[in-house]
């Protein structure tokens, strides 16, 4: 969606000064290279970042001033003996406290203002708490492994005004928060008023997949799935609106797209399917008009999940197997050996032994080639922990109780345990393969063990398991703790 660019105002800002001492320290590599160096590098002071090859390309180009606390960490850590501004960065007094405005400069609180235009950097409607545990543009707190770049207030302002006005990505995301927070205005209204859509959005909206998905990985999907609705309808405002200039146009097909993704997925974890489907198949759609494989592969890759979930499991095959296709010049081993084991679930559904078996040595094969810099962002999950808990899934399709538990029990073992929602789905997988394994009173602990977590994740997939687990053990309500998980599974309330 190409668009001639806009015409300069003498109110522009001065373009930002490239970080040539970060671009030093970068070297030879590129920075697909680099920014897996900085992932492996998180991953040895146990941070987690979602960086990329065009994080680094914007630290370069020097959009990015200042990083947020936990890149700070990792920088330095990559770099010891370095300060921040060693690396090229400013220090972050210089980019705080921009919100902190006078009456004159700020928004009046009863004037409705349009969405301003990419490069309009107003300050926001009220000052900035940094120690405010609601406040919008600190929602991840100082410690967060996925805080993002919200210390960076010449961006950070535009793309709180600009979705605060309209309901739009950013701040619906941050509403999707643990504490509930609500934000007025109606997502389809804001970008009308705009001639052109740039850089601020685009950004916000890559923000705002990364923030479902964080809160995803820690609470579940059933809580977030209608609040999600609303930046969704939000990006494809945007993307009717036009773009400035080609780049922009391609990250908001491709964050509109991942977007819906996220969305889907939030659908289909709550049971959602027919919902999750629609979500998906617009993001296929997406990924067609733009020519994107990565986004085509991902969508196909959910689509697969979701077939093998709803009863559909040829449909699972064929969809794993379109999104091997379209990854194929993608170079990423890691995304094959994730689609692989799509596969393998959708030859499981068929009792496919066989073709189970051998998709799951590919996956295997291919994930032991290890990350790489072409990994997509999105994958951030997939580790051994997930290789694990997705085999331990199609043993169990295929009625292997015994090796489905072995594999349950190691993802378990090797989950990150701030990632609860996936603890308790592995726990909940190993103990529902224990309990048709024969072993009622191991299965019975695991179950306790995921009750324990019920009070951080909403999950309907979960809760689903669990009243499997619950039925199988009935005959044994008399084995020791067997009595107790069903008691405690009893009193949960019915899902409405």
């Known amino acids: 969606m ?29 920075p697909g290279e680099f920014a897996a160096a900085v992932r492996r590098a998180a991953r040895e002071i146990d941070e987690r970042v979602s960086c990329d090859a065009r994080y680094i390309g914007r630290v370069e180009a020097g959009e990015i001033r200042c990083p947020n606390y936990a890149y700070e960490r990792v920088f330095l850590h990559m770099f010891p003996g370095r ?7 400013v220090p972050r007094s210089a980019v705080r406290g921009r919100g902190a405005r006078t009456a004159e400069s700020a928004l009046s609180p009863h004037t409705t203002s349009p969405l301003p ?12 708490d940094p120690h405010h545990p609601l ?21 950070s302002d535009v793309r709180r005004r600009a979705f605060m006005s309209g309901g739009t990505a950013t701040v619906a995301a941050a509403s999707l928060g643990p504490w509930g927070l609500a934000f007025g205005g109606t997502a389809e209204a804001a970008p009308r008023s705009v001639r052109r859509v740039g850089e601020a959005e685009a950004g916000a909206l890559e923000e705002a997949v990364r923030k479902i998905r964080l809160l995803d990985d ?62 998906y198949a617009e993001a296929l759609a997406t990924a067609r008009v733009a020519g994107d494989p990565a986004l085509e592969a991902h969508a196909f890759c959910n689509t697969s999940f979701l077939a093998r979930d709803a009863g559909r499991p040829r449909e699972a095959v ?30 499981a559904g068929l009792a496919d032994r066989t073709g189970c078996e051998q998709a799951l040595t590919r996956a295997q094969a291919l994930y032991g080639r290890g990350p790489c810099g072409a990994d997509p962002e999105w994958m951030s999950f997939y580790g051994d922990a997930e290789l694990a808990g997705l085999e331990a899934q199609c043993w169990s399709t295929l009625g292997d109780w015994q090796r489905a538990a072995h594999q349950a029990r190691r993802a378990t073992r090797l989950q990150d345990p701030h990632f609860t929602r996936n603890l308790a789905l592995y726990t909940a997988e190993l103990a529902d393969d224990l309990a048709r394994a024969g072993h009622p009173d191991e299965a019975a602990a695991a179950g306790l063990r995921v009750l324990d977590l019920l009070d951080e994740v909403q999950s309907s997939r979960v809760q689903t398991m669990l009243a499997g687990t619950a039925r199988v053990l009935l005959p044994h309500r008399r084995t020791s703790g067997v009595s107790d998980f069903l008691a405690r599974h009893g009193a949960l309330p019915r899902p409405t």
């Open 117 to 128: 235009a990419p490069h309009e950097t107003n300050g926001a409607h009220e000052p900035h």
């Open 218 to 279: 820690r609470h579940g999907a059933d809580g977030l799935y209608r609040r999600a609705a609303a930046p969704l309808r939000a990006a494809y405002a945007l993307l009717d609106v036009g773009a400035t200039r080609q780049t922009t146009a391609e990250r908001l097909h491709a964050g509109a797209g991942e977007l819906a993704i996220s969305v889907g997925w939030l659908a289909h974890d709550s049971g959602r399917f027919d919902d999750a489907r629609s979500h």
């Open 2 to 30: 190409a668009s001639s660019p806009m015409t300069s105002s003498s109110q522009s800002p001065r373009p930002p000064r490239p970080n040539l001492a970060f671009r030093r320290l970068r070297g030879q590599r590129s």
């Open 135 to 155: 406040d919008p543009h600190d929602l991840h707190g100082p410690h967060d492994p996925h805080e993002t770049d919200d210390q960076n207030h010449e961006e």
């Open 83 to 89: 300060t921040l501004a060693d690396l090229g960065f």
């Open 318 to 347: 064929r969809a794993a197997q379109a999104a091997q296709y379209a990854a194929r010049s993608l170079g990423s081993a890691r995304l094959l050996s994730l689609l692989a084991l799509r596969e393998a679930g959708g030859w």
